[in-house]
């Protein structure tokens, strides 16, 4: 004996559903490592950029550091020293707000995955919606008759 639950087709459904979802749920992985693997090849190349530029940048400033100084030794030594101390913290200063603003608006991680997770959780319950509504219907209409 079979029970609507347990009849071959409702099984087959069942079964056709599963694999959807299962799916569904490797491809969002596979997005997700793939953005995972494009997160760490940019953090890597935004890492040794920014260390290649601290180091090219930090010969430029000691040298134009020594240059100043060395211009300006014998009238005004501690002028040109206490300036250059000057212009330094203002350059750190705005380096810092910036990194500051750059770290609190950068998108989140995953994004793309996330927005197709959302896609898909909203089609279910749009297409589960559809479905009970159509289950109303057939009842109603088969009450009627």
């Known amino acids: 004996m079979t029970t609507p639950f347990t009849s071959p087709g409702t099984l087959a459904a069942g079964k ?3 694999v959807t979802l299962m799916s569904m749920l490797q491809t ?8 995972l693997g494009e997160e760490k090849a940019r953090l890597l190349s935004l890492i040794f950029t920014g260390l290649s530029a601290l180091i090219f940048m930090s010969f430029a400033v000691l040298m134009g550091s020594l240059l100043v100084v060395a211009w300006f030794w014998e009238t005004h030594r501690m002028a040109s020293l206490a300036g250059l101390a000057v212009f330094y913290a203002f350059l750190a200063f705005v380096l810092w707000r910036r990194l500051q603003f750059a770290l609190e608006h950068q998108p989140p991680a995953f ?3 996330l927005a197709e997770l959302a896609k898909d959780r ?4 749009k297409s589960a919606q559809d479905d009970e509504t159509r289950a ?3 009842r109603d209409a088969g009450g009627a008759a």
């Open 28 to 35: 969002r992985l596979e997005m997700a490592a793939l953005e």
């Open 122 to 125: 909203d089609s279910l319950a």
């Open 111 to 113: 994004a793309y995955t």
């Open 16 to 18: 056709r559903v599963l």
């Open 136 to 138: 109303a219907l057939e």
